[in-house]
Nanobody, 125 residues
Framework: QVHLAESGGGSVQAGGSLSLSCTTS?????????????MAWFRQGPGKEREGVAA???????PLYSDSVKGRATVSIDTSNTLHLQMNKLEPEDTAIYFC??????????????WGQGTQVTVSS
């Protein structure tokens, strides 16, 4: 069984930076087939739909970013299969609950099978 757990959320002032981590368990060598090659970060702001932030195609190492964070975010994974998201130049519009997801494709939210519980990020102006 796959389990994801986010950490690193909190409050930060506009212009600041934040680093989120997603620890995983249960991922195996059979994870990330061709049809579901990615892990990703999504977010859901107040009154908004869940949207993709950044994805990582695990076997190729290729990242994919939404237009809203492109140039401000970096997604990576380490050898313990912990997914990271570094975000800089944060804006109040980045305020949201951030979710980690696995077993999906790119930033297609409905393609993902496994989800973490989320971590709150609040950016004040």
């Amino acid at each position: 069984q796959v389990h994801l757990a986010e950490s690193g959320g909190g409050s930060v002032q506009a212009g600041g930076s934040l680093s989120l981590s997603c620890t995983t368990s249960g991922l195996t060598s059979r994870s990330f087939p061709v049809s579901k090659p990615s892990m990703a970060w999504f977010r859901q702001g107040p009154g908004k739909e869940r949207e993709g932030v950044a994805a990582l195609f695990i076997r190729t190492g290729s990242p994919l970013y939404s237009d809203s964070v492109k140039g401000r975010a970096t997604v990576s994974i380490d050898t313990s299969n912990t997914l990271h998201l570094q975000m800089n130049k944060l804006e109040p519009e980045d305020t949201a609950i951030y979710f980690c997801a696995a077993d999906g494709y790119g930033l297609r939210v409905r393609s993902y099978t496994y989800w973490g519980q989320g971590t709150q990020v609040t950016v004040s102006s």
